[in-house]
């Protein structure tokens, strides 16, 4: 069993910062990619930015140059700093992580969730 705790999130006025994280635990062999996702009410859940196991990443267009995702594979950790926040970035935010676990399966988790708020 694996689970993903995020941490981080809350509310900010427009134009400030904050920083995400995503620590993942139990039965982990290794970790691939690692992503952050978003989903407002009403809408669909969509891609923030990835990175992988080697540090190259991917972003979405309405972040670049706003957001920076980076990790430390030792404690498992992905994290996302959020700089000159948006109201349009209020979301509740989720960290995904591709896992091969200790038998050897991969597996697709998914962490709980984070409400980021932005005021205006």
């Known amino acids: 069993q694996v689970q993903l705790v995020e941490s981080g999130g809350g509310l900010v006025q427009a134009g400030g910062s904050l920083r995400l994280s995503c620590a993942a635990s139990?039965?982990?062999?290794?970790?691939?990619?690692m992503g952050w996702y978003r989903q407002a009410p009403g809408t669909q859940r969509e891609l923030v930015a990835s990175?992988?196991?080697?540090?190259?990443?991917d972003y979405a267009e309405s972040v670049k140059g706003r957001f920076i995702i980076s990790r430390d594979n030792a404690k498992n950790t992905v994290y996302l700093q959020m700089n000159s926040l948006k109201p349009e970035d209020t979301a509740v935010y989720y960290c995904?992580?591709?896992?091969?676990?200790?038998?050897?399966?991969?597996?697709?988790?998914w962490g709980q969730g984070t409400q980021v708020t932005v005021s205006s």
């Open positions: 995904k992580a591709g896992v091969r676990v200790v038998t050897g399966v991969r597996v697709m988790y």
């Open positions: 139990g039965s982990i062999f290794s970790i691939n990619d």
């Open positions: 990175i992988t196991s080697g540090g190259s990443t």
